[in-house]
């Protein structure tokens, strides 16, 4: 067997991504001219890498990933004709028009180098401007609102890891390495509803930008999120115990 087609066990490489949409209201001119004149919005949804190009005015992009990824699958609302959109080159992504907001299915195929399966990712559509519980804006805001608004921005980042790769497949990830982010915040930060504090970077405008260092804050917060769920699963572990050692005490005590 050719050594490019064996596997470099004990070893993880990853590649980062982001994956959402970007949309903006459409002007009364473009719903007047559309074939669909009830939709508001005109959307983007993309997988990207994770970096952005300087003064560009799309979230990631700067690197081409195809050096990896063979296509991408968009799934659609069954509204839209050919729900199912196989997009096999760069940029992958689609644009559409529409008025509702709905989960979008994201399939990835990898090249063949890689021997790896599907990965699969869902995103909500957002056409709308972000708000927080509470703050009394409206979810829907009247279109001219949302217009001056500016566009809505929904991006998720992602690590795609590759365990035990082949090393045909090492040597084209190494021959390819990704932009890093930059270290500190130089645009407006995505939003992420686990971080309700980025909802004011949504009022300054811009395009958004990930940098390193709020990849590190996501982390922690996972961390940080983690270790309450297991000293949860602790302390109820410890109450079904206690009541279970009752139970046991209650039962000796009828049958004496």
Same mark, same amino acid.
């Given at each position: 067997?050719?050594?490019?087609?064996?596997?470099?066990?004990?070893?993880?490489i990853h590649r980062p991504i982001?994956?959402?949409?970007?949309?903006?209201?459409?002007?009364?001119?473009?719903?007047?001219?559309?074939?669909?004149?009830?939709?508001?919005?005109?959307?983007?949804?993309?997988?990207?890498?994770?970096?952005?190009?300087?003064?560009?005015?799309?979230?990631?992009?700067?690197?081409?990933?195809?050096?990896?990824?063979?296509?991408?699958?968009? +799934? #659609? !609302?069954?509204?839209?004709?050919?729900?199912?959109?196989?997009?096999?080159? /760069? %940029?992958? @992504? &689609?644009?559409?028009?529409?008025?509702?907001?709905?989960?979008?299915?994201?399939?990835?195929?990898?090249?063949?180098?890689?021997?790896?399966?599907?990965?699969?990712?869902?995103?909500?559509? +957002? #056409? !709308?401007?972000?708000?927080?519980?509470?703050?009394?804006?409206?979810?829907? /805001? %009247?279109? @001219? &609102?949302?217009?001056?608004?500016?566009?809505?921005?929904?991006?998720?980042?992602?690590?795609?890891?590759?365990?035990?790769?082949?090393?045909?497949?090492?040597?084209?990830?190494?021959?390819?390495?990704?932009?890093?982010?930059?270290?500190?915040?130089?645009?407006?930060?995505?939003?992420?509803?686990?971080?309700?504090?980025?909802?004011?970077?949504?009022?300054?405008?811009?395009?958004?930008?990930?940098?390193?260092?709020?990849?590190?804050?996501?982390?922690?917060?996972?961390?940080?999120?983690?270790?309450?769920?297991?000293?949860?699963?602790?302390?109820?572990?410890?109450?079904?115990?206690?009541?279970?050692?009752?139970?046991?005490?209650?039962?000796?005590?009828?049958?004496?």
């Amino acid at each position: 067997m050719s050594n490019e087609r064996v596997r470099v066990r004990g070893l993880s490489i990853h590649r980062p991504i982001i994956y959402g949409n970007s949309a903006v209201v459409l002007t009364p001119e473009e719903r007047a001219s559309s074939q669909h004149p009830d939709h508001t919005h005109r959307w983007t949804v993309a997988v990207r890498s994770a970096a952005s190009s300087p003064d560009s005015d799309k979230v990631g992009g700067a690197d081409d990933i195809n050096y990896f990824i063979k296509r991408v699958t968009f +799934k #659609l !609302h069954d509204t839209y004709a050919n729900q199912t959109r196989n997009v096999d080159k /760069p %940029p992958f @992504e &689609v644009t559409e028009t529409g008025w509702g907001e709905f989960e979008i299915q994201i399939r990835i195929n990898f090249i063949q180098e890689s021997g790896e399966k599907q990965y699969m990712l869902y995103h909500h559509l +957002k #056409l !709308h401007p972000w708000t927080v519980i509470g703050s009394g804006e409206p979810e829907i /805001p %009247p279109p @001219e &609102v949302a217009a001056k608004a500016g566009p809505v921005h929904s991006w998720q980042y992602d690590e795609v890891v590759f365990n035990d790769p082949f090393q045909s497949f090492l040597n084209i990830l190494m021959a390819n390495p990704p932009t890093p982010l930059p270290k500190s915040k130089r645009r407006p930060v995505p939003f992420h509803t686990a971080n309700s504090e980025s909802i004011a970077d949504t009022k300054l405008g811009g395009t958004p930008e990930f940098t390193q260092a709020m990849v590190q804050e996501e982390a922690e917060r996972l961390e940080k999120a983690r270790k309450q769920v297991i000293a949860e699963q602790d302390k109820w572990r410890t109450t079904l115990i206690e009541k279970e050692n009752l139970l046991e005490k209650l039962k000796k005590e009828l049958e004496g």
